[in-house]
Each structure stands twice: as structure tokens, then as C-alpha cells.
């Protein structure tokens, strides 16, 4: 019965967020453009199923995915501690810590719908130059380090602006050696590996560790975790672009060499194999 009231509850909160929404664009469709909607039936059942869908989405968050992370994160702490919880020892003692957060990142990652679709959308415009598998586990690669260097981050207690600025600039840096068709694909690659499955994951994996590791505090220490997981797939697919770059270069360099060095042969033949003819007379 509380589960039901819950749902219930849930769906009609979501509703209300919705209509504002709902709202303004029948409004411009209606009185801007002056057009009529075509499929209204279709229109309301797909509304439905987005308020329903969210619903359902934000209370698995509530009653699954966040109190997963929690339990998660406070078992891994109290396997790193050992018998005593309440002493923080070395970063080191939580391996097991970095190595679940580096696993459920690169998982997250490649379960993203935003970064498969991106991924199509990219291969399908260069024509196959770019593979969807390679391009997907280049990010997954990059949010797998960010959300382990999060989680790092929380069992040092060092500042997070150190991790920002030092990756902002590599980033940059990277920017001016990559070739140009391929940095807004980086871009955008950092920006959607962030959606449906990947925070909820990783900011209750941040809440969790924050709130068992002794000294730490959830609000300052917990969050935090998304702009790393945003940063580092940049970073990835940038070297993956200047590694695809000077592999090309390198492999261009070597047909060039291979062609300078090949034998040349003559279309005349030599003297001593010509047969002298006998003269006429």
C-alpha cells in the first residue's frame, strides 16, 4: 500500500513539473504559429507516458539506485578500514573502493542511450571512419577514470577546483594539437555520457562514500563527481584523436618511403640485348 501511495504521489508531482511544459508549447503551436494539432489522441497518450515514465524513473532513483550506492560505498569503506570504521586510513587500503568506481563508470557508460546515439549519429556522418564500439569505449574509458579520481578525491579530502583547473588545461592544451573535425565531437561526447544512467549512479556512489568515510561531509565532499565525469571522456577522445592522427601520419610517412625506394625500370631496352639487323641492299 505505501509502495502504491508512492507511485501515485510521485506520478502526480511529475505532472505538475510537466504541465508548465505542456502548456507553453500547445500555446505556441496554437497561438504563434496558428496551426492546428494534427494527432491530438497521440499527443496525449505520449504525454502520458512521459509523465509515467518519470515517475517511475525518479522513484527507482529514490527507492533503488540511491540507497544502492549508499550500501555499496559503506561496505567497500568498511572492507578498506578493517575492524575500525572510524579511522581513516590511506587511500590505498580502499582499492577495492577505486576499482568498483573505475567499473561502474566505464558500465554506466557504455549502458548510456545519449552516448550511442551520438555514437551512430557520428559514425553515420563520416561514413564509417568513426566505429561506434571504439568511439564508446574511448568515453567509458575517460568516465570510468573520472568517477575513480572522484572517489579519490573524497578519501584525500583534497579541494576539487585543484582537479578542475589541472584537467581544464590539458584540455586545452589538447585542443591545440587535435585535429578540428574531431573536438567538437569530444565535446559533446563529455556532455551526454551525463544523463539517465550515469548520474544517478555516480552521485549516489559520491553521497554514499561521502557520508561513511570518517571526516567527510556529504554536502561539500559528495558532490562534485559529475564534473569530473564530464572532463575526463574529453580528454580521452582527444588523445584517442591525436593517437588516430599520428598512426595516420606515421602509416602515410612509410607508403611515401616504400614508393621513394622502390626500383625504377627503364622502358628502353639495353644495347646488348637489341639483334642487329642485316642490311639491305
Known amino acids: 500500500m505505501d509502495l502504491i501511495t508512492s507511485v501515485v504521489g510521485t506520478i502526480m508531482s511529475t505532472a505538475l513539473d510537466v504541465l508548465p511544459i505542456a502548456v507553453f508549447l500547445i500555446f505556441f503551436h496554437g497561438v504563434v504559429l496558428r496551426r492546428r494539432f494534427s494527432n491530438v489522441s497521440r499527443i496525449i497518450v505520449g504525454l502520458g507516458f512521459v509523465i509515467v515514465g518519470l515517475g517511475l ?6 527507492r533503488a539506485l540511491f540507497p544502492l550506492g549508499r550500501f555499496v560505498a559503506e561496505q567497500l569503506t568498511a572492507i578498506g578500514a578493517g575492524a575500525d570504521s572510524a579511522v581513516l586510513l590511506p587511500w590505498y587500503s580502499y582499492y577495492w573502493l577505486l576499482i568498483f568506481a573505475f567499473a561502474i563508470g566505464f558500465s554506466s557508460a557504455i549502458a548510456e542511450p545519449a552516448l550511442l546515439a551520438v555514437t551512430l549519429k557520428a559514425s553515420e556522418v563520416s561514413g564509417g571512419a568513426i566505429h561506434v ?4 569505449m574511448v568515453v567509458a574509458l575517460g568516465v570510468g577514470f573520472g568517477v575513480a579520481l572522484g572517489c579519490f578525491r573524497i578519501l584525500t579530502g583534497t ?6 583547473a589541472a584537467a581544464y588545461a590539458i584540455v586545452l592544451i589538447q585542443t591545440a594539437f587535435t585535429p578540428r573535425l574531431l573536438v567538437p565531437l569530444a565535446y559533446d561526447s563529455g556532455g551526454v555520457t551525463t544523463s539517465t544512467v550515469t548520474v544517478p549512479l555516480v552521485t549516489a556512489l559520491g553521497l ?3 557520508a561513511n568515510v570518517p571526516g567527510r561531509s556529504a554536502l561539500l565532499d559528495g558532490f562534485g563527481m559529475i564534473a569530473l565525469t564530464c572532463l575526463f571522456p574529453i580528454m580521452t577522445v582527444l588523445a584517442y584523436a591525436q593517437l588516430s592522427a599520428l598512426l595516420a601520419a606515421r602509416r602515410d610517412a612509410r607508403e611515401r618511403a616504400r614508393h621513394r ?5 627503364s622502358n628502353f631496352s639495353s644495347p646488348s640485348s637489341t639483334t642487329a639487323r642485316p642490311k639491305r641492299s
Do not use: S, V
Not at 133 to 136: A, D, E, K, P
Not at 159 to 164: E, H
Open 57 to 62: 524513473f525518479l522513484l527507482g532513483l529514490d
Open 133 to 136: 564500439w571504439g568511439l564508446r
Open 159 to 164: 579541494p576539487l577546483q585543484w582537479y578542475i
Open 208 to 210: 554514499g562514500l561521502a
Open 261 to 265: 625506394d622502390r626500383p625504377r625500370t
